[in-house]
């Protein structure tokens, strides 16, 4: 995973978002908003470039607050029995509808993290096995330059499938933070920045 040192004009901003995980382990597309108000105002050419973002997931009724690690249910029960689900998470300047919509080369997304896993259950009780793939295709992976923004920047999660640990029918959390620096934007930046949003 790349990273990218603070520059002396960068500033660090962090925020918490919740968001909801019912019964079945699933949660449709939310999104949650970090207010860059403070740094960004097109009348007046103030813009941020988001150099890198950092995501940190919570359970905040754990012991700890850590996420755990394993994600699924084991149904010892039923020899053959295959559950699969997943978590994405991702940063992006504009509210796409269908979570499936949302990639790397997707128009407005500034950064993508999911989390999927599959277990199987091959001979009942005496034999299981569990699998995790994290992929993180971050700011400096995708924008080495930094994004620019001018406006507000949403947070999107959805969850598929997360069934058999605490998360279930519960309220967990983002920790967000990112590193950007302070620019004036000219109207080539905002040009730029349309021609980006219509580019798929």
Same mark, same amino acid.
């Not at 996420?67 to 039923?78: I, K, R, S, T, Y």
């Not at 995790?132 to 959805?158: C, S």
């Given at each position: ?51 890198? %973002? ?52 997707? +128009?407005?997304? %500034? ?40 406006? #507000? ?8 499938? %997360? ?11 983002? #920790?967000?933070?990112? %590193?950007?620096? +302070? ?18």
């Amino acid at each position: 995973m790349n990273s990218m040192a603070k520059g002396s004009n960068d500033v660090i901003l962090r925020d918490r978002l919740q968001f909801d995980i019912d019964a079945l382990g699933d949660t449709a597309l939310v999104y949650g908003r970090i207010d860059l108000s403070d740094y960004v105002s097109i009348p007046e050419n103030k813009g941020l470039a988001i150099k890198e %973002i950092r995501f940190q997931m919570r359970d905040p009724t754990s012991a700890i607050g850590n996420w755990p690690v394993n994600l699924g249910q084991f149904d010892m029960a039923n020899v053959g029995n295959q559950s699969r689900g997943a978590l994405k998470v991702f940063a992006t300047t504009t509210a796409y509808e269908d979570v499936t919509d949302v990639g790397i080369a997707s +128009p407005n997304v %500034i950064c993508v993290y999911t989390q999927d896993y599959v277990i199987n259950t091959d001979n009942g009780a005496t034999y299981a096995w569990y699998d995790r793939r994290d992929e993180f295709f971050g700011t400096p992976d995708l924008h080495p330059e930094g994004y620019d923004v001018v406006t #507000d920047l949403l947070i999107g999660v959805a969850c598929d499938s %997360i069934r058999g640990v605490s998360l279930e029918d519960s309220t967990v959390e983002i #920790d967000v933070m990112l %590193i950007a620096e +302070p620019k004036k934007i000219t109207q080539k930046d905002l040009t730029q920045m349309l021609t980006q949003a219509q580019d798929l």
